[in-house]
């Protein structure tokens, strides 16, 4: 299982809001894979998969502010995604 999680932008940077998912839970990723958009007091982004897998459920909803460094959610192996059926 891999964390997807916001991103540290800059030093003071200390939340960021979970804008939209692009993915939904179930959906197959690749690493690279634009999975949400998070928007920070400076810009807004994309966040990225790291790794290959399916998308675990979603830890937050859309329009949540979300701490830098916190899980949003989880790439799974297919394995994991079997198991949690």
Request: hydrophobic content about 45%; cysteine-free; charged content about 20%.
């Amino acid at each position: 299982m891999e964390e997807i999680f916001i991103p540290a932008l800059g030093m003071a940077m200390e939340e960021a809001t979970l804008v939209e998912w692009l993915r939904q839970p179930g959906d197959a990723v690749a690493s690279g894979d634009p999975v949400a958009v998070v928007d920070t007091d400076k810009s807004t982004i994309d966040i990225e998969a790291e790794a290959d897998g399916v998308l675990g459920p979603h830890l937050y909803e859309a329009g949540s502010t979300v701490p830098v460094g916190v899980a949003i959610g989880h790439i799974l192996t297919a394995a994991e995604a079997q198991e949690q059926r």
